[in-house]
């Protein structure tokens, strides 16, 4: 029995017909607690009214975030890796997490971001459900509205890659484990069997395609599909990772789409000053490009605890709380990059920077 949670990640243009599942998801939750990540921003960003139309007691506002900051693919590190471990300290925990990505995210770097160690033990990809138009399709187009998507692609300044719509179709398609023909009573049969066949040409083997309407499926057919997706990136690569692998450059230089992941953990003593602790993390950080760094730091002569998140070279430091008798003063720091990690080097060079 895997004990850890599941969670559904629902990819699609705008307008095809992603909130409508959740909605539907959210509407067959039957005693099920669910947590919601949402990923819609800018003037199309899903507002609070999706649970409130849950019906049931184990849905509360509480469960939904929404993560406005841009495209989740292009800020894997600085909001969803956080948000999924806010939502692992919750008592109790989700039974389900249900993402609805923007429709303008490379799903690829996002299921590989559930190989982070922080919550690899914790969290898989139960399935990466694609939701294609089937009316917009049957007429040569990718989405309803394909000028709202491009104004949707100009408003997100963190946007950092520019997948034209075919290809990043694509992408979503070959991710998929489940492939929801949405708005499949608007077209036509005939035309429809064509939709279906031009669509199966990108699919994986074994990959469903199912016609929906209005977003109503069977939830034994939506969640515990238990595809476990992180662990098989090789037949999900995007375009731009399968030019990289044909030209034999094994490592894309995109941080978030690292495949393999180290992390370790350093206990220092207090520090001079917290100017000592961000140079000495920023130094680190940029010699051996070091994804993400995190912890509490001792400043000497502060009473409170100085919280530190780096991302990248980019440093956030704030004071928490109060030290308590019972805790051990000191800096305890998590070290998390691309395996493997000079750890003794790492170690050592903030110790002679700190000590």
Known sequence: MNSKIPATVITGFL???KTTLVRHVLNNAKGKRIALIINEFGDVGVDRDVLKGCGDEACDETDMV???NGCICCTVAEDFIPTITQLLARDPRPDHIVIETSGLALPQPLVRAFNWPEIKADVTVDGVVTVADASALA?????SDEKAVDAQRQSDEMLDHDTPMGELFEDQLVCADLILLNKSDLVEEDKLNEVEAELRKHLRDGVKLVRTQKGE???AALLGIESESELDMEGRMSHHE???AAEGDGHHHHNHEHDDFDSFSIFLPEVASKKHLNDAVES???????LRLKGFAAIKDAPARLSLQAVGPRIDTYFDRPWNEADKRGTSLVVIGQAPLNRDQITAELQAALG
């Open 242 to 244: 399968r030019h990289h």
């Open 139 to 143: 007429e040569g187009r990718f989405a």
């Open 15 to 17: 307008g095809a017909g």
């Open 284 to 290: 680190v950080i940029r010699k051996h490009d070091i």
């Open 66 to 68: 929404e993560l406005a």
């Open 217 to 219: 499926i069977n939830m």
